[in-house]
């Protein structure tokens, strides 16, 4: 026995260097002590973290350290087949959250996923792509006095981040997408979806030109004025998920010396300098993933916290920096005061809905989802994914198009409250086009805000997350004008021989009582939760951290994720912060 083991040594002594990942370490007892400075520590490997990492170790003056809570990603194949993205539902690539009890929805808790593992919550999303509306950036602008970060100005950045690649199975969608506004050498992947229009998104395409003046049909959504029907786009490309692991991860990015990542590694906090006379934060505190002997490691550059909605606030508040009397009655010492930390935190509320439809074609029972018409068993379905990267599995929505609505400007609503949404390009409404007639209504512009707040002074343990969804009236108010405009929707001429009417919740024929209490019974978020840390004009003393993504009263310390956005945009949150990450990588490029 000894023999072989010192056969085996010597064989591996022997294997060219180059076979060694050296720079990707599977847990932080890999990690050598003796590790030389990093430039740059990145807190966080999910959607914004891989892009920092990537782009800013594309410097090879800079030595970046990337530090991720879960596991790698890519090469999961339940991550990988799109149609499958909610299967790996485990703790393994999910935290699994839960909210507080809310009293908005008759203190009902939710379920709060969100990614574990390199590439964040793209790893698990439902890959929707889109960008939200030019509105939506401008008053990003405006609410933090620093108009870089307005539409036009963040352009080039859209463009960077985005690879628009053909659909799986390669046909033609000439006609269904603005190839001008589209970028073709980023690193995620984009596509419209494989199957060929159906019967029913064709009658929604013949729907727009006949209610051209409420519900038209937009040519793409992520031109800047999404408003109308349109195809889906997705972070597919060549029939699998594009996660930020595998767009911005990829194996030469991890073969590069000046790059270093550490997974299954737990942040518990940020640490300031004793060495400086201001508040300077460079140093992450880190222990492995289920706790044990912490270490901690300081950024000669920057310390860049990426760790999420969720994640990034709990790490500010286990630091001491939050809501100093919040933070006392736990029993951490005060950092420094900073009382919005965790407060604003806004979520998308949305409700069921659905339409009767005349008998549908539906003669296969199958586990995926994907466009009711296509007579594919799984088995079949799995042999086309494998064989070529075709057919349903390459889809994650039954929906093949999006329906993006404001109300009528004279919507007696507004008599009543502001609107909400950010400006005239931002819709107020999403509903998913699907040919069961069933769907999701979201109000992409809630006036609720809740908070995240620490449960105890245990870093490992999961925050208070209380959204506070439909506490403000003009929510509630908001979606039953919604279900009236999808009524008036689906009795366009386009739709004789298909819907046969609506199955509620029905506004006009519940009472108030009754359809306020199906609503706070029902209402559920579409998993876009935002704006745990603000930003906010450098001198308001409102917000977490500055125009360019500052902590505020202290140096060293950035953080660019979902948590800084001021409010929720009118998209899915993944392509808001691919261009925000891509933003701050100059913003940071632009100091050092
Ligand atoms: C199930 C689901 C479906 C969704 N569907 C869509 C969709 O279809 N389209 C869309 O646009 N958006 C969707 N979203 C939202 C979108 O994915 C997120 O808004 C976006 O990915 C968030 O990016 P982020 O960088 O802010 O955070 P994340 O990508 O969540 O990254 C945070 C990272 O930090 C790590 N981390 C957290 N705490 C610590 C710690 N203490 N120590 C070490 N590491 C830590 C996490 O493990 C994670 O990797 C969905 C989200 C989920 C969860
Ligand atoms: C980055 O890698 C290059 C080799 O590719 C090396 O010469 C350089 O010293 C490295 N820089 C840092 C900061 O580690
Ligand atoms: C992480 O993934 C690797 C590769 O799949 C596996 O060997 C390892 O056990 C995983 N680590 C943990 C902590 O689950
Ligand atoms: C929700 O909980 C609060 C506090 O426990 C209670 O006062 C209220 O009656 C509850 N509401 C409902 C609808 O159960
Ligand atoms: C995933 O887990 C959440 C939280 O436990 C649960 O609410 C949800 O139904 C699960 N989804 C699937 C697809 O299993
Ligand atoms: C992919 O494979 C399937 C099953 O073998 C086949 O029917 C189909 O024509 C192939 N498609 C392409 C684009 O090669
Ligand atoms: C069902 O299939 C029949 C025969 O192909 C077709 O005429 C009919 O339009 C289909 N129904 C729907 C709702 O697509």
């Known amino acids: 026995m000894p023999a072989l083991i010192s056969v085996a040594l010597v064989l591996a002594a022997l294997l060219p260097p180059h076979l060694v990942d050296a720079a990707l370490y599977q847990n932080l007892d890999a990690l050598p002590t003796n590790v030389k400075p990093f430039d740059f520590t990145v807190a966080g490997g999910g959607t914004a973290g891989s892009v920092l990492a990537s782009r800013l170790s594309e410097n090879r003056d800079f030595n970046v350290l990337l530090i991720e809570a879960g596991n790698d990603t890519v090469g999961v194949i339940e991550l990988e087949v799109p149609a499958w993205a909610s299967k790996r539902n485990d703790t393994e690539f999910n935290w699994r959250f839960e909210s507080e009890p809310m009293p908005g929805l008759n203190n009902r808790t939710l379920a709060i996923p969100r990614g574990r593992g390199l590439g964040g919550s793209s790893a698990i999303n439902a890959m929707a792509y889109t960008r939200g509306s030019a509105d939506d950036y401008d008053n990003w602008g405006r609410v933090t006095g620093d108009s870089r970060w307005g539409w036009n100005a963040l352009w080039p950045y859209i463009q960077r981040h985005e690879r628009w690649t053909p659909p799986a199975g390669g046909r033609d969608p000439t006609g ?21 229009p159906s019967d029913f998104d064709l009658r929604v395409r013949t729907n727009g030109l006949l209610q051209k003046k409420e519900f038209p049909n937009v040519l793409d959504l992520n031109a800047g004025k999404p408003i109308g029907a349109t195809w889906l786009q997705s972070t597919i490309g060549n029939g699998e998920r594009c996660s930020a692991a595998k767009g911005y991860l990829t194996p030469s990015v991890r073969e590069r010396p000046n790059l270093t990542i550490v997974l299954n590694t737990y942040i518990t906090r940020v640490l300031p300098s004793k060495s400086s006379k201001k508040l300077d934060i460079r140093t992450v505190e880190i222990a492995p993933r289920d706790g044990g002997a912490r270490r901690t490691l300081t950024a000669s550059k920057e310390l860049i916290l990426s760790a999420g909605v969720i994640g990034s606030p709990q790490i500010l508040l286990n630091s001491g920096i939050g809501n100093k009397a919040d933070l006392t009655a736990h029993g951490i010492p005060s950092v420094l005061d900073v009382p919005d930390v965790g407060q604003g935190i806004t979520e998308h509320v949305s409700i069921a809905a659905s339409f009767g439809t ?106 208070r997350i209380d959204y506070n969804l439909l ?122």
Request: aromatic share 10%; hydrophobic share 35%; charged share 20%.
């Open 471 to 592: 506490s403000h009236p003009y929510d509630l108010a908001a979606l039953k004008e919604g279900l009236r405009s999808l009524k008036r929707y689906y009795s366009g001429p386009a739709w004789d021989g298909y819907i046969t009417g609506f199955k509620g919740p029905d506004p006009d024929i519940l009472s108030d009582a009754e359809f306020e209490k199906t609503i706070r019974d029902t209402a559920f978020t579409t998993l876009h939760p935002v704006g745990s840390a603000q930003m906010s004009p450098r001198n308001s003393k409102r917000g977490v951290v500055d125009s360019e993504l500052r902590l505020k009263s202290a140096s060293g310390l950035r953080i660019v994720d979902a948590s800084v956005f001021p409010y929720v945009p009118a998209a899915h949150s993944q392509a808001p912060v691919y261009i925000l990450a891509e933003r701050a990588v100059d913003l940071i490029r632009s100091v050092w």
């Open 176 to 196: 269904q997408f603005d190839p001008k506004v589209h970028g073709y050498e980023g690193n995620t992947q984009t596509s419209l979806v494989w199957a060929e």
């Open 358 to 463: 005349v008998p549908l074609n539906q003669t296969t029972s199958r586990t995926f989802s994907c466009d009711y018409d296509d007579r594919i068993d799984d088995a079949t379905a799995l042999a086309m994914w494998q064989q070529n990267r075709t057919g349903p599995l390459t889809e994650r929505f039954t929906s093949h198009q999006l329906l993006w609505f404001r109300l009528p400007s004279d919507t007696p609503l507004f008599k009543q409250y502001k609107d909400a949404s950010t400006g005239p390009t931002s819709p107020q409404f999403e509903w998913g086009l699907d040919a069961t007639g069933g769907g999701t209504l979201v109000l992409l512009s809630p006036y609720s805000r809740g908070s995240l707040k620490l449960r105890s002074n245990d870093p490992f343990a999961k925050p």
